[in-house]
């Protein structure tokens, strides 16, 4: 084996580019090969291999062994024909270094993409700041698990049909989706003076493991049962997610007062007040953002998932960061269980009529668009690619997006709008 500038090209199953059991291997490949140039194929078909199932995903890797230095790994495709292929192998690959690459997810993953076009995009987007970015004075939110549906099921009254008095509601991923912080569909019921004193003795004593998220808090936070994150309301996703779904990262601003199984994530905030919440929750309930999770999401939204996405960062008086707060805190409050949070956000508080609701996601796609530095090619194309089965000029309609030609215009107006004003 050549130490040094050896060669050789290798076909690969999607399964070595992508799987979590592989992350090891693609991340030396990744730093100690210069360049890593692949090819991405879909079988459509079986154009490429007529025993291949026809819609497996390959890769034509070819690869030289010497320390990665500058943008060392090149993408292309993935190309569903030959005659694509034969139109598209000749263009210039997507560069991206090695730290790029590794940092897209902490299992160093490529990223599964509807088509060839769809680099650019996935591009432009990953050059935000990862969500886990740690910076002093700056924002910062990691995921975290409130109660195991299993271990935690004999603190649960999962019998009563209704709420029993003085009882709260345990929320399960189902519980909520995108601004609709309360479907009414729970898990169980939970005394919340016995919860809370489970929940505090776990936070206080996992406070004290460098691993665990409430590590960064102070511990005189910690010992306040008062501060408890189920007391006020908090963003949650759902962690069972797939990328065939209508949506893949279905967040919520839950209600105070409830608590959340291992289904429901959330997320804790060692640094940040209400105003970076709503910004969050806006470019998280965005479609740029789940167009984006799309590429990487099988079965579950995992953390190691989640904590490398592409996260926008603007000033707090940058117009674009100003206008995602105003939409999406006022999105994320439809009832007065959100009163003194919407009023901290400085929103009002209440239910939306339904042309105003989907006018304001409109906006904010195109808000967050312009956020990530999107061009309006790059807004189209998320919308042509987001969901299998959609073709451009119909009116099919899908069960969260609405009519997907109004939906979209109307979202581009919004970005042609605010283009004008940038």
Not at 123 to 136: F, G, M, T, W
Not at 317 to 345: M, Y
Request: proline letters at 7%; glycine letters at 6%; charged letters at 25%.
């Amino acid at each position: 084996v050549a130490e040094d500038a050896g060669r050789f090209g290798v076909v690969l199953p999607r399964s070595a580019l992508a799987a979590k059991g592989l992350s090891e291997f693609r991340a030396g490949l990744f730093t100690n090969a210069d360049p890593v140039d692949i090819t991405m194929l879909v079988n459509n078909r079986q154009w490429v291999f007529p025993e291949v199932h026809p819609q497996y995903t390959i890769g034509l890797a070819a690869i030289c062994r010497r320390k990665a230095s500058g943008k060392s790994v090149r993408l292309r495709g993935p190309f569903a024909s030959l005659s694509r292929f034969n139109a598209g192998i000749g263009n210039p690959p997507a560069e991206f270094s090695a730290h790029d690459v590794t940092g897209w997810t902490d299992t160093s993953s490529l990223p599964l993409l509807p088509t060839e076009e769809s680099l650019a995009v996935f591009a432009q987007l990953s050059k935000a700041p990862r969500l886990d970015l740690k910076e002093p004075h700056k924002w910062r939110a990691r995921p975290h698990r409130e109660l195991d549906a299993t271990n935690d099921k004999h603190l649960m009254d999962l019998e009563s049909e209704s709420c029993p008095d003085g009882f709260w509601p345990v929320f399960k991923g189902e519980s909520f989706d995108i601004w609709e912080p309360d479907t009414e569909r729970y898990y169980a019921w939970a005394n919340p003076k016995e919860m809370l004193l489970h929940l505090q003795q776990k936070r206080v004593r996992s406070g004290r493991s460098k691993r665990s998220a409430f590590f960064e808090f102070d511990q005189n936070w910690l010992k306040d049962m008062k501060t408890h994150p189920s007391h006020f309301p908090r963003i949650s996703f759902r962690n069972i997610a797939r990328a065939t779904d209508s949506r893949t990262f279905r967040v919520a601003l839950l209600p105070g007062s409830v608590f959340v199984t291992n289904h429901g994530p959330y997320f804790l905030w060692p640094r940040g007040d209400e105003r970076d919440q709503a910004c969050l929750l806006g470019v998280l309930s965005s479609l740029p953002l789940d167009w984006y999770s799309r590429r990487f999401v099988e079965v579950n939204m995992n953390f190691h998932i989640i904590n490398p996405f592409p996260v926008p960062r603007p000033a707090a008086d940058d117009p674009l960061c100003h206008r995602v707060i105003e939409l999406a805190g006022r999105l994320a409050c439809p009832d007065d269980r959100f009163a003194d949070w919407a009023k901290t956000v400085g929103v009002e508080c209440g239910p939306l009529a339904a042309d105003t609701k989907l006018d304001m996601i409109c906006e904010l796609d195109a808000v967050v668009a312009h956020l990530y530095g999107l061009k309006r090619k790059h807004l189209i194309h998320i919308f042509e690619t987001f969901h299998v089965g959609w073709e451009p000029g119909t009116t099919a309609r899908h069960p969260t997006l609405g009519e997907y030609d109004t939906r979209l215009a109307n979202t581009l107006d919004h970005f042609k709008a605010w283009k004008a004003k940038l």
